[in-house]
């Protein structure tokens, strides 16, 4: 029986936000960020549209949010997504719901265009992504550097059907 739910994000959330944006820190293949943003920081990074949260419990398990594209107005419905699971609340379909919701919400808010920027690695994040229609337009080689290791990215994209035809 599922016992968590999708909320959107509220700022006493952040505190779980930024527990569980670590472990994707720590993790080695979720970010190239080093530490983990201030609230402020985090706040003015993604927009303020289709910030959710999943909870159980009380205690934040997963998140997802846009970041803009651009501050183009022809690509005002184009946005980078981040979605963070709690490595102790996978295997709940957390990451399906939460991605069908985001999905969902943001053609609501007028994105007809949804990109994610992947480590080839993090198979899991792939397959979900995949699973919702993105496409994997590119593996951009060597983009970016961490621990002295420079790392290959996939550029994942999904297209709306129902917005922007």
């Known amino acids: 029986m599922q016992n968590w739910e999708i ?5 006493e959330n952040y505190a779980d936000v930024a527990r569980i944006y670590q472990t994707g820190i720590d993790g ?13 920081e985090w706040n003015q990074k993604y927009l303020h549209d289709c910030r959710f949260v ?3 419990d009380g205690v934040t398990i997963g998140w997802a949010a846009l970041l803009a594209f651009s501050k183009m107005p022809s690509y ?5 997504l981040s979605i963070y699971i709690d ?10 719901a939460l991605m069908a919701h985001i999905v969902e919400e943001s053609e609501k808010a007028g994105f007809w265009t949804l990109q994610s920027l992947i480590f080839p690695e993090n198979v899991a994040s792939i397959a979900l992504h995949n699973k ?32 922007g035809k």
């Open 87 to 96: 490595p102790e609340a996978t295997g709940k379909g957390i990451g399906t």
């Open 76 to 80: 005002r419905g184009v946005a980078e």
């Open 132 to 163: 919702f229609g993105f496409k994997t337009l590119c593996v951009h080689e060597k983009l970016g550097e961490m621990d002295g290791i420079f790392r290959d990215v996939a550029l994942l994209e999904r297209r709306s059907a129902i917005v």
């Open 28 to 40: 080695r293949n979720a970010t190239f960020q080093k530490i983990v943003p201030t609230f402020e």
């Open 7 to 11: 909320r959107n994000f509220k700022k």
């Open 54 to 56: 999943v909870v159980e």
